[in-house]
């Protein structure tokens, strides 16, 4: 499941540590990895909350308000008094994400292998009841939470949520922590 014990540790090296400037971004890649999780998995906080137990994390995300707090941080958020959220903080997120993509993998496995099949066949994705309802949450969950300065027209928030789905593909395998971390980087480049 996880990758190795040394990995628990959110001060572990994933990978190089990103500058001060880059965190705005990261919390929102992040915040969004989590999002499309929720919404293929039906997953809470109480998930969130556990696989961060399991990590021993819990000195970072130990309740839901500490963790709401966290997820807060995105800039693309809804709501007042955003916490900063520092290099370990994103590092703990990164390593609860990938946990419950690994958790997932079956189903998120099956999402994409449907996505690839309509998507060879030229159907829409919203059209099969997996996808359909993925992308239905998903957009939900986004308007929800997001800023209304910041929804993006309906075709580009499926593009993002059927990329995002591609993505915790990636992140549920052997090195998901890593390839995530990474990907974190090289997009708030």
């Avoid at 949520?161 to 922590?177: E, H, M, N, P």
């Avoid at 390839?179 to 974190?184: E, G, M, P, T, V």
Wanted: charged share 25%.
């Amino acid at each position: 499941m996880v990758e190795s014990s040394s990995s628990a540790n959110p001060a572990s090296p994933l990978g190089p540590t990103p500058a001060p400037e880059q965190l705005d971004s990261i919390k929102a890649q992040l915040d969004l990895v989590l999002l499309a999780l929720e919404s293929l998995v039906g997953l809470g906080s109480e998930a969130m909350l556990e696989a961060a137990a399991q990590l021993g994390l819990q000195t970072l995300m130990g309740d839901r308000v500490t963790l709401w707090r966290l997820r807060q941080a995105s800039p693309l958020r809804k709501g007042q008094g955003r916490k900063k959220l520092d290099v370990d903080e994103a590092r703990g997120l990164v390593l609860v994400s990938a946990h419950l993509a690994q958790q997932h993998q079956a189903k998120i496995r099956e999402a994409v292998t449907k996505l690839e099949s309509t998507t060879a066949k030229q159907q829409p994705p919203h059209r099969v009841a997996l996808l359909g309802d993925y992308l239905d949450t998903f957009n939900n969950f986004y308007e929800e939470r997001m800023t209304p300065d910041d929804l993006p027209s309906p075709d580009t928030l499926r593009d993002l949520a059927l990329k995002l789905l591609v993505d915790l593909l990636f992140y549920s395998q052997t090195g998901g922590t890593r390839k995530l971390w990474l990907a974190l980087l090289e997009r708030s480049r």
